[in-house]
Structures are given as C-alpha cells and as structure tokens.
C-alpha cells in the first residue's frame, strides 16, 4: 500500500477547483527566443504572472512526433536541444522542472479513445521549454508533454483534447506550442529583423485562422486544408499546426477567446498565439 501513496495523494491534489484554468495556444518559432528578451519572451513571462499558478504544465509540441499518443512520465524529464546551427550559449540552457509520473498516470487514463503510452526517454524539447522557463523561471512547477501521433488526421487531435478538458478545474495548465503559419523553406533570411515582415498569403492565412478560432468555427480549422490554396503554404506539413487543434479541442461555449504576440516573422512564419478563457 506504500507505493500508492504518491498516486493517491495527487489524485486528491487534483479535485476540481472554482478556477478553471485557460488554455493556450503559442507560437513558439526560433529557438532563440529561450534565451532571448525580446516581445515574444516578454508576453510569455507576463502570461505567467497573470494566470493564477498552476498544479502542473502539460505541453503538445510541435516537436515530439510519435507514432501512438505519449505521455512523459520520468520524475526528472531531461532538458532537450533539438536543433543546430545556434550559439553555444542555447545549448548550455537547463530548465530542472520536475515531472510527476502520478499525474501522467491520470492524464493517460482520462483517454478512452487510444491508449496513452508513458514514456521514460523523452523529455522536455524546445517547443516546451523555451517557452515555460520564461513563464516560470524558478522551474519548481511539474512540466509534462503529450506527443503527437503524427500518423493520424486533424481530427483526431481535435478529438483527445476533448478528453482532457477535466484538467483545467485541477489546475493543470494545458498548451498547445506550435506556430499557427510555419513554412520554413520560404523564409525570407534577409528579412528577420524587419519587423513584422509577412509575404501577403501568410497575413491572410494568419486573419483568416484569426477570424475561424474568434468564431469558434472549429470544423473549418480541423478541415484546414479546404479553407483555399493558402492554407498549403502556410501549412505544408502540419507538425506545426497540429498543436491548435489541442487547444481548440479545449474550449467550451463560456471561454472568451483573445490573441497575443500577433506578429508575422521572416515572410513565411507567424507567431500569433491564443487564450481561451
């Protein structure tokens, strides 16, 4: 009965709280911006002060695709630099946020419609934490992540999100970390320190997806790809999307929705981000 205690004693931690927490949506883009102090960072650490304190983070990155659902489940998830060609100074970066095996076990069983594997190898990538050490620098919040099974269509994802919706009344603070426009191969080097530079199809991908998630139009946003020939170059693959379709999965009809951090960046990257509730 010992080895229990430590599930029991979350699972208490876990009853549904009067606060239900919001749920987010972030655009992530360079890796840099973890160690950088610039408006993206900026508004991440804002954020971090002005939604009350999680439980817990449980990230869906971009950047963690498996095939199956996931769920990291280590006490002590390493730091991950999954990226090359950037100053040492990035690769040095530690974020110690601890796990907590007990609440992967509790999200894991929430999903009916897959089994959820708990895995032991992963960790944290730079989808997560370049953006949760600016939120919460003191790394002393539990941080997961949920994989991406990158073999199964938008609605999918969409629909075990849904599954998980109890989490925000225990106050696990859910994000979906990702970039919303991401097209690496069309972007614009010469421009990145033009402010806000975006080529035309990408600032109407970014209004037009702007406008479906403020109407809650999630059958448009899940069927992305008949939206019209934009929507393949601001999405030629979907890794990078995917992740909006767990925190649309997310809302009900009492969130208000908002964005921040609505910038184009490069030409062909944006890094709109939302909040709902």
């Known amino acids: 009965m010992a080895t229990l205690y430590p599930f029991y004693n979350w699972t208490k931690e876990l009853e549904e709280e009067d606060i239900k927490l919001p749920v987010l949506f972030i ?14 960072s900026q508004t991440w650490a804002k954020m971090g002060k002005e939604i009350p304190k999680p439980k817990a983070v ?12 996931h769920i990291t489940a280590m006490n002590h998830p390493k730091t991950i630099h999954d990226f090359g060609g950037f100053p040492q ?6 974020y110690p946020a601890p796990g907590n095996p007990e609440l992967a076990k509790v999200t894991a069983d929430l999903v009916t419609s897959t089994q959820v594997g708990l895995d032991h190898d992963w960790g944290l990538d730079h ?20 994989s991406i099974d990158y073999n199964k269509p938008p609605q999918y994802h969409y629909d075990l999100a849904k599954q998980l919706a109890s989490l925000r009344k225990k106050g696990v603070l859910i994000i979906g970390s990702g970039n919303m426009v991401h097209n690496l191969r069309m ?7 033009e402010p806000e530079y975006g080529y035309d199809w990408a600032v109407e991908m970014n209004t037009l997806f702007k406008d479906k998630i403020a109407d809650a139009d999630h059958k448009a946003l899940i069927d992305y790809e008949k939206l019209n020939k934009a ?21 009900d009809n009492k969130d208000v929705t908002s964005f921040f951090n609505d910038k184009a960046v490069g030409g062909s990257l944006t890094m709109t981000s939302v909040k709902i509730g």
């Open 187 to 193: 972007v614009a080097w010469d421009k990145l320190a």
């Open 58 to 69: 449980l990230v869906i990155s971009a950047h963690w695709l498996t095939r199956g659902t």
């Open 89 to 94: 100074a990035l690769f040095d970066v530690q």
């Open 231 to 251: 929507a393949k170059l601001a999405i030629p693959t979907p890794d990078h999307y995917y992740p909006l379709l767990y925190t649309l999965g997310l809302q």
């Open 27 to 40: 655009g992530h883009g360079s890796p840099m911006n973890g160690i950088e102090d610039n408006v993206f």
């Open 127 to 146: 989808g997560t934490w370049t953006v949760v050490r600016h939120m919460y620098p003191d790394a002393d919040i539990p941080v997961l992540q949920l």
